[in-house]
């Protein structure tokens, strides 16, 4: 495996990205992702401490049987970058459409204050959010089916997934202008935090996935990937 490179990210740079971006066949991964990415990770490791100060301690999500449809089966062995990567290689959804999905997180998570991302819930929080942002967002989308085999889930799984997230959302999708400025500033001052933010250039994802790998051929979108399962 190759020697990845570091890239310092400033906030000008990340909105420009958010703002500017414009996809070409070579063009590289957004740098929104790596953010979120850092976002979603920290957050993990609060939720992991409070499950374990927890009395009784939990081993769920919490929140109810009905967000507990976004529970899998056992842990996936894939990181957060790696899987937003892949989410962005197989889609080109733009920057903007993972502003989105974070807004629809943080607002699910209000809206459902029993709820706490987990290692368990994250990934298909993420692509049932990514899927409905798209939506959203683009002009043109891919279907659940092709959204799903990306994900690493069944077509009638992610179906159902993104009609329970809806109901449990309330449908309250409308993202207005303030809202999306007001996130994109929160993500800034994410790449801010500490003085500064190193992001590391991996390719790894095919090697962290290699132990379930399995090229699958779409014959509709001429696209080959390795199958995940969630």
Excluded: W
Excluded at 136 to 150: G, H, I, P, Q, W
Excluded at 161 to 180: A, I
Excluded at 205 to 220: F, G, L, N
């Amino acid at each position: 495996m190759a020697v990845s490179n570091s890239l310092t990210i400033s906030p000008r740079k990340l909105r420009y990205d958010l703002y500017s971006y414009s996809y070409q066949d070579n063009s590289e991964t957004p740098l929104v992702i790596s953010v979120l990415s850092s976002l979603i990770d920290r957050t993990l490791t609060r939720n992991e401490r409070i499950s374990r100060r927890a009395s009784p301690p939990s081993s769920s999500s919490g929140g109810g049987r009905k967000t507990q449809i976004f529970d899998s089966r056992e842990i996936p062995d894939l990181t957060i970058q790696s899987y937003l990567e892949r989410i962005f290689r197989y889609t080109k959804a733009g920057p903007s459409v993972y502003v989105v999905a974070y807004v629809y997180i943080d607002r699910f998570c209000q809206i459902n204050p029993g709820f706490r991302i987990s290692l368990t819930n994250v990934h298909r929080l993420l692509i049932t959010t990514i899927m409905i942002a798209s939506k959203y967002v683009e002009d043109l989308n891919y279907r659940n089916s092709y959204f799903a085999k990306v994900g690493g889930l069944e077509t009638d799984d992610l179906n159902r997934l993104e009609l329970e997230f809806l109901f449990l959302m309330g449908f309250k999708l409308h993202v207005n202008v303030s809202v999306f400025e007001s996130y994109c500033s929160h993500l800034e001052r994410e790449v801010s935090f500490g003085g500064g933010y190193q992001i590391e250039k991996a390719l790894r994802c095919a090697e962290e996935i290699k132990s379930r790998q399995m090229i699958v051929q779409d014959p509709k979108h001429h696209h080959q990937f390795a199958r995940i399962l969630l």
